[in-house]
């Protein structure tokens, strides 16, 4: 039940990421979805990572500490894609 925990938590996370990270990130609901899902996926793995696993575990449902994870893990996504995407000027 955790990780479909995480999917719900990532199109909230990948949708308040997008609107507090700065500048023009691109990509619609479907890439904000996926990049916000995967960000969860990997805040979720930090929070038991520097939380530790019995603290951690709590982290798969939607608290107040699961959606700051998640959040700063989908920051972290949007912005490695940006510096994947990002073009040569």
Do not use: C, E, H
Not at 8 to 23: E, W
């Amino acid at each position: 039940m955790g990780i479909i925990a995480w999917i719900v938590l990532g199109l909230i996370a990948g949708a308040i990421a997008k609107a507090i990270y700065p500048g023009q990130q691109g990509g619609g609901f479907l890439a904000t979805t996926g990049l916000g899902i995967v960000g969860a996926l990997v805040g979720g793995y930090l929070g038991q990572v520097f939380v530790g696993t019995s603290a951690g575990a709590s982290f798969g449902a939607l608290t107040l500490p699961s959606i700051a994870f998640a959040v700063i893990g989908a920051i972290v996504v949007l912005f490695i894609w940006g510096l994947l995407t990002q073009r040569a000027v």
